[in-house]
């Protein structure tokens, strides 16, 4: 029922965030099906708030001792959406905030100790790097669009990638150079090779072939998650 409950929430998010990109998404993606007009705003809006109010309903009655986490995640979700787009800075901090949230609430359930809170950082430092990435991917659409682009404009800049994808190697170096069996050290080498062929890519390819840094990326973070599940089980 949580699981739902954040599904409908997350739902809600993607609705809203599609109604307040509808301008843009009219130049920029027509054949998406609000501006193609599949999809009405009426209906959207409906659909949003509905998920919205079944989310945090259901959130709360399944886990009520979750209040303050079910408030913050559907206030968070929407309020992208009407504070941190057009904001490149801001909207890459707050979706990895929000994304690490989702992981710390469920590592509190057993008491979060130094080793969690170091696994937070790494966690939302690295959603940083990806959204950071993913936005320069979609440069020329948000400006079709009329956003402002983190292209060009740190952290989107060849240093500032580097500052952001610099740590990150490192440390999946030192786990995977230190990791305890075969299963925890392949991953992090494939988290590794994910994070410097993104690097590679965003730096060096032609925009239009950008989007595959994104795409190595999002493998390189199912790594994560496998390093998660073998740390657990070790």
Same mark, same amino acid.
């Given at each position: 029922?949580?699981?739902?409950?954040?599904?409908?929430?997350?739902?809600?998010?993607?609705?809203?965030?599609d109604?307040?990109?509808?301008?843009?998404?009219?130049?920029?993606?027509p054949?998406?099906?609000?501006?193609?007009g599949?999809?009405?705003?009426r209906?959207?809006?409906n659909?949003a @708030?509905?998920?919205?109010?079944?989310?945090?309903?259901?959130?709360?009655?399944s886990?009520?001792?979750w %209040?303050?986490?079910w408030?913050? %995640?559907?206030?968070?979700?929407?309020?992208?959406s009407?504070?941190?787009?057009?904001?490149?800075?801001?909207?890459?901090?707050?979706?990895?905030?929000?994304?690490?949230?989702?992981?710390?609430a469920?590592?509190?359930?057993?008491?979060?100790?130094?080793?969690e809170?170091?696994?937070?950082?790494? @966690?939302? %430092?690295?959603?940083?790097?990806?959204?950071?990435?993913?936005?320069?991917?979609d440069?020329?659409?948000?400006?079709?669009?009329?956003?402002?682009?983190?292209?060009?404009?740190f952290?989107?800049?060849?240093w500032?990638?580097?500052l952001?994808?610099?740590?990150l +190697?490192?440390?999946? @170096?030192?786990?995977?150079?230190?990791?305890?069996g075969? +299963?925890a050290s392949?991953?992090?080498?494939?988290?590794?090779?994910?994070?410097?062929?993104?690097?590679?890519?965003i730096q060096?390819?032609?925009l239009e072939?950008?989007?595959?840094?994104?795409? @190595?990326?999002?493998?390189?973070?199912?790594?994560?998650?496998?390093?998660?599940?073998?740390?657990?089980?070790?």
């Amino acid at each position: 029922a949580a699981a739902l409950a954040v599904v409908l929430l997350c739902s809600a998010a993607h609705l809203v965030n599609d109604l307040v990109d509808l301008p843009a998404d009219r130049r920029n993606r027509p054949g998406r099906p609000l501006p193609s007009g599949y999809l009405t705003p009426r209906v959207a809006r409906n659909g949003a @708030l509905t998920s919205w109010l079944l989310g945090l309903g259901l959130g709360l009655v399944s886990r009520p001792d979750w %209040w303050g986490w079910w408030l913050f %995640w559907a206030l968070a979700g929407p309020g992208y959406s009407l504070f941190a787009k057009g904001r490149p800075q801001l909207a890459a901090v707050w979706t990895a905030t929000v994304i690490g949230s989702c992981w710390l609430a469920g590592a509190a359930e057993n008491g979060i100790t130094t080793r969690e809170w170091g696994v937070l950082v790494a @966690l939302i %430092w690295f959603l940083v790097f990806r959204e950071t990435i993913k936005g320069i991917e979609d440069s020329r659409g948000d400006l079709m669009g009329g956003y402002p682009t983190c292209a060009g404009r740190f952290p989107g800049t060849r240093w500032g990638l580097w500052l952001l994808g610099g740590p990150l +190697a490192g440390l999946a @170096l030192f786990r995977m150079l230190n990791a305890h069996g075969m +299963a925890a050290s392949l991953t992090a080498g494939v988290f590794l090779v994910c994070l410097g062929g993104a690097m590679i890519f965003i730096q060096t390819a032609r925009l239009e072939r950008a989007h595959s840094a994104g795409s @190595l990326l999002k493998i390189g973070a199912f790594m994560g998650v496998a390093q998660l599940v073998v740390t657990r089980i070790g």
